[in-house]
């Protein structure tokens, strides 16, 4: 992988490298064709708070950030993008609970519907649906969030409103 990344031009200088596997997610499909993924995190979890606020962040620069790392690297790097005026945008995937409060810190949080429906009891979000508590999570963080809805595209609530984008018009062979 890191062959592949280096011909692609990608700067790996910040790369570390340690004594332990790769993390890898195995994705399987249900009963109900719905994915079921199983993450082992490997040398994801050697990640660092120290690492995650060492990292080159300046003003206007995007931090994408997700849960196969320790949370509390997670937490690190969002403050960091904060404290240098960086957009920080958490994507909740694999879900924990213990994370939730963290999609209120992040600038952009990015979840499936099953992780925005969990992440909105652990958050105690009101509201009759999802939308509403959407609305609610936006009030309450001022921050935006997106949840996808596999084949039913997407919905964005910001402080100005929702905005929804379905879904591509494929013909999935093999999700």
Known sequence: ALELLKSGGVDLSKVEERDAPTGIALIFVGGT?????????????????QQAIA????????????????????????????GVGAVS??????????????MMDADITVA?????????????????????????????????????LGAEGAIAATKSGFVSVPALDIKPIDT
Not at 34 to 49: H, K, L, P, R
Not at 89 to 102: D, H, Q, R
Not at 128 to 137: N, P
């Open 89 to 102: 945008i958490l994507n909740t995937a694999p879900f924990n609970p213990a994370a939730a409060s963290l």
């Open 112 to 148: 499936n519907e099953t992780e925005f429906d969990l992440a909105s009891g652990a958050l105690r979000l009101e509201g009759a649906d999802r939308r509403a508590r959407m609305a609610e999570f936006v009030r309450r963080s001022g921050k935006i969030i997106i949840v996808t």
């Open 55 to 82: 990292a080159p962040l300046a003003s206007g620069d995007h931090l994408l950030l997700q849960l196969e790392i320790p949370i509390e690297a997670v937490a690190s790097g969002i403050m960091q993008a904060q």
């Open 33 to 49: 064709r719905e994915n079921m993924i199983v993450i082992s995190q490997g040398a994801n979890a050697a990640v660092t708070s």
